[in-house]
């Protein structure tokens, strides 16, 4: 089975940018669908982004749609989040997974990393 780690969090005032990184090991990584989500204190996890197996299609969600870009490089067994033009509102945790089938819903997603903060304030 796949495990992931995330990093790339930090402090960064509004308007900045972040890229956030997820290292996969332990599977083959280009078999996995993979997503970011993210979690705001006091507010349920959400969907941020998703990427298929290939890397050639994405999903986003409305929120950070135009300002975040999700893509993997399946020869280094990672997958990137590009954030941009940050809000004091994507203040979360962020979370890394990987779906062995098409997911449709949070619960497809069957490993999942720890976690690394994004804070966004001046």
């Known amino acids: 089975q796949v495990q992931v780690v995330e990093s790339g969090g930090g402090l960064v005032q509004p308007g900045g940018s972040l890229r956030l990184s997820c290292a996969a090991s332990?599977?083959?990584?280009?078999?996995?669908?993979m997503g970011w989500f993210r979690q705001a204190p006091g507010k349920e996890r959400e969907f941020v982004a998703g990427?298929?197996?290939?890397?050639?299609?994405?999903s986003y969600a409305d929120s950070v749609k135009g300002r975040f870009t999700i893509s993997r490089d399946n020869a280094k067994n990672t997958v990137y989040l590009q954030m941009n033009s940050l809000k004091p509102e994507d203040t979360a945790v962020y979370y890394c997974?990987?779906?062995?089938?098409?997911?449709?819903?949070?619960?497809?997603?069957?490993?999942w990393g720890q976690g690394t903060q994004v804070t966004v304030s001046s």
């Open positions: 997974a990987a779906a062995t089938y098409f997911p449709t819903a949070h619960s497809d997603y069957n490993y």
């Open positions: 332990g599977g083959t990584f280009s078999r996995y669908y």
């Open positions: 990427i298929n197996r290939y890397g050639d299609s994405t």
